[in-house]
């Protein structure tokens, strides 16, 4: 694709990396076919490709951003399924991620959406602000059919079921079952602590099962992926700085002792975000070189767990399990097969829904701040996971978890969680008594 910026706004290194981006495009249009948004709304500027155009546009127009740009970038879900189809290597996420900053500096949003935008920023990323937050919902639940469109959504979100406390704060250490073999950085996240803590107890029973040390550092936190998708670049890049500080610190102090094996993530949406630390800091020059290293080392608990070939599988029900694949997975990742590698070799049925590469709607906030697309999608997923009659549905994202686990009629549990069920622990929520 031509571009026409002058020397002056390549001088900015932001509009300098998406001006590559954008030459790569041939306009093939090859991703509107895999995108969600296009498949369900047809129109070309909810497609990759009209997307590009819009956000090329305001870039080298330098203009705030306009009512139009801001209703189709909005609608994008960041799910990433254009990149996996994009053949000539097009980064649609750098672009995107641009554009939401570009957009959140230049465009005055209406009120409520500020409001709305600024809660989320403020709450979500904080496990003890966020659990407060739930408990205050949880009464409103019953009140949300008479309640307009996104805080409909919101309060259809709190959990009915009760919520998880979140870890104790400071440095965090499970030692290993018998001999030490590796020693892991266990990134805690924030809110699938409160949402769903019994998946950071499962992986830690599974990693320590395994002969591996487990350690959540000091002043980690939440992977920054919410703020950095709302656009709130400054408030990203303060939660990737102290988790690149506490993390560091963690892997010098490890240095004269065997080390760090990995930085381990349990929630795909935030493994996404921590293998993009490198190019997030990339101009922040006394973190751009921590922050690749960071990145280098992270790895998905499932991408981890592959690397044993020794897991100490017992004998568990022959389950059909349905996987569905989260897009910060197999889209921003592409981690692939090793979860469902991993789950056959623990001796599950495994299956996978037809549309598997499409999202199930939750995408962060998305479900909040979009929920009628979000709603639109999440059904046709459940519906493609039902077809599979499965006796329970296994992910690796809490999105994608909360997204589902109304509409699947089946439980809706982490990957680790099944493994963890496998080699010994307990049987997941939804699944005691088997
Ligand atoms: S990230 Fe997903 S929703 Fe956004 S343009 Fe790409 S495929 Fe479409
Ligand atoms: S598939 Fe890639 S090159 Fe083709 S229009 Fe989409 S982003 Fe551009």
Redesign the pocket.
């Known amino acids: 694709m031509q571009t026409n910026f002058s020397l002056a706004q390549l001088a900015d290194a932001d509009v300098a990396e998406s001006e590559k981006i954008l030459r790569n495009?041939?306009?093939?249009?090859?991703?509107t076919a895999t995108c969600p948004t296009f498949v369900l709304l047809g129109d070309e500027l909810d497609s990759?490709?009209g997307r590009?155009y819009l956000i090329k546009d305001m870039l080298e127009g330098g203009r705030p951003a306009s009512d139009k740009v801001v209703k189709h970038v909005d609608r994008c879900l960041s799910c990433l399924s254009?990149m996996t189809?994009?053949?000539?290597g097009?980064n649609?996420m750098h672009l995107v991620d641009h554009a939401r900053t570009h957009i959140e500096r230049t465009y005055k949003r209406p009120a409520f959406d500020r409001a709305v935008r600024a809660m989320l920023a403020a709450v979500m990323p904080y496990p003890r602000r966020f659990r407060a937050l739930l408990q205050l919902a949880k009464p409103g639940k019953m009140f949300a059919g008479l309640m307009p469109g996104r805080l409909r959504a919101m309060l259809a979100l709190a959990p009915s079921t009760p919520l998880s406390r979140p870890l104790a704060t400071g440095r965090i250490v499970w030692p290993a079952e018998g001999e030490r073999r590796k020693r892991v950085i266990l990134m805690q996240g924030c809110v699938q602590q409160v949402l769903a803590g019994r998946i950071n107890d499962a992986t830690v029973r599974l990693l320590t099962r395994l002969g591996c040390e487990v350690i959540v550092a000091d002043g980690s936190g939440c992977c920054g992926a919410l703020t950095h998708h709302l656009g709130r670049e400054h408030e990203a890049h303060a939660a990737v700085k102290a988790n690149v500080d506490a993390w560091t610190a963690e892997i010098a102090a490890a240095e004269s002792d065997g080390g760090i094996d990995a930085v381990v993530v349990n929630a795909s949406g935030c493994g996404t975000t921590v293998k993009d630390y490198g190019f997030m800091l990339r101009s922040v020059g006394a973190y751009a070189d921590r922050a690749v290293a960071i990145s280098a080392l992270t790895r998905d608990i499932s991408e981890f767990l592959a690397e044993f070939d020794d897991l100490p599988f017992t004998d568990v029900p022959l389950d059909r399990v349905t996987y569905h694949s989260a897009c910060s997975l197999q889209h921003g990742q592409k981690v692939i097969a090793a979860p469902k590698d991993l789950l056959r070799a623990a001796g599950f049925d495994v299956s996978e829904p037809a549309e598997s590469h499409l999202c199930c709607g939750s995408a962060g906030t998305y479900n909040m701040m979009q929920p009628d697309i979000a709603s639109r999608l999440r059904d046709r997923k459940a519906d493609n996971i039902s077809r599979t009659r499965p006796d329970m549905v296994a992910t690796g994202n809490i999105g994608c978890m909360m997204q589902l686990q109304d509409t699947v009629d089946a439980p809706v549990v982490h990957t680790v969680e099944l493994l963890d069920w496998a080699t010994g622990g307990p049987a997941p929520g939804g699944l005691d008594g088997r």
């Open positions: 495009c041939v306009h093939c249009g090859f991703c990759p490709r590009i254009c189809t994009c053949p000539s097009v649609y």
